[in-house]
């Protein structure tokens, strides 16, 4: 099953490895989306239901809501191993030790996931005592707002042949660029690249860094290439053998959240059922609800349902209570009349592990089958038609 990868995703950054999820962020992505919610095309009238209409709080308060981004930036290590860029260094022990400290924060960024990769990067920036304790909320642009604040010091990264150093310089931020080598597809270049402005005792040990550029694995189906080999061990969400993918949720059973069971038979009513897979923190998925659930009314005589998943409903300790109530908050507001399911304990079979943007889509057919692309973004009520009729008229050949 292929991926799409489309604006309006709500990216999975590192921070939210703390709020039970996984993935990481890639600023590029965000800069691509950046009305957060909607393709350039979405006809607004489609977005009847805000953030905060929806009863997603924004404001930040001791329930939950908000996080300190510098407790969720790239860990501390010996070595790190970047096999999809083909990138592997190690950092001087002072800005480990920098590191450690909060000093200094390591953070990814890459090229939009759903375009041709122009580049993927780890940036190296400098935190005041402020920035250490800044907290955001979960949903808005808080969190892209502190990292515009931080001051860069430096990258480490891949870049597209094609790019000109002064482009290489607006994405980094940086004025210096040293050259490492390039990939051995000839494809990429790769730089060190150092802000000036930025102290210059850092700076040197920035350039301390030992890098070895080794062979590039093929990007994978998701796009996303900031994964490290650890990442990458015993993780179904990049996993390239598609025997260890879930395909069969046949045997599927869970319950909404009202309490009321479904499973995988529920499956057989429709000749497709699209899966909405969402957070309610995350605000291009609330923002697409009243649009999916305008479809679901208008394609269930042609056989087609809509179900959502609304992944935060459970975390390590259980069901989460106040993501329970903001989701059926969501539901009323949006007028959805189609299920809004809690994940079971194997989270459909495993389908659910390692997505690495929210909203993403899938579809199955009556047989339980997963079936047809998977589809990562929020889209609007137009473009969600017409995947929908494409995938139908896929299982009814």
Known sequence: MRKN??????LVTTLCLGLGLAG??????????????????????????????????????????SFKPADYTLPVKDEYNYEYLGLKFKLSEKIREAMKAKDIVMLDDQS???????????????????????????????????????????????????LSEEEIGKITKCDSHTKLGE????????????????????????????????????????????????????????????????TDLSNLQTMDIDGKEFSGKDFSDYDLTMVNVFATWCSPCVQEIPDLAEIQKEMKDKGVNIVGVVTDTVDQTGENQEALEK???????????????IPDKSNFNGRLSGIQAFPETFFVDKKGQIVGETYSGSHNK????????????????
């Open 382 to 397: 137009k473009a969600w038609l017409e995947i929908i009729e494409k995938e139908l008229a896929k299982v009814k050949r």
């Open 5 to 10: 990868q489309f604006t309006g995703a709500c």
């Open 327 to 341: 989701a059926k908050l969501i539901r009323e507001r949006s007028k959805a009349e189609y299920p809004f399911l």
């Open 183 to 246: 990939s051995k597809d000839g494809k990429y270049s790769y730089y060190l690249s150092v802000n000036s402005t930025a102290d210059a005792e850092t700076i040197e040990e920035l350039k301390q860094t030992t890098v070895e550029i080794t062979e590039k694995k093929e990007r994978p189906e998701n796009g996303f290439v900031l994964s490290e080999k650890s990442d990458l061990e015993n993780t179904m969400a990049f996993s390239t053998d598609s025997q260890n993918v879930a």
């Open 112 to 162: 939009p996931i759903d375009q041709e990769l122009k580049y993927g990067l780890l940036s190296f920036s400098k935190l005041t005592e402020e920035q250490k304790n800044t907290e955001v909320a979960k949903m808005g642009d808080g969190y892209e707002k502190w990292q515009e604040s931080l001051e860069r010091i430096g990258t480490i990264g891949m870049f597209e042949k094609s």
């Open 24 to 65: 990481c962020q890639n600023k590029a992505a965000t800069e691509q989306k950046s009305s957060m919610a909607v393709s350039e095309n979405a006809d607004a009238q489609s977005l009847a239901v805000s953030p905060e209409d929806a009863g997603v709080s924004v404001n930040m308060d001791s329930n939950g809501d």
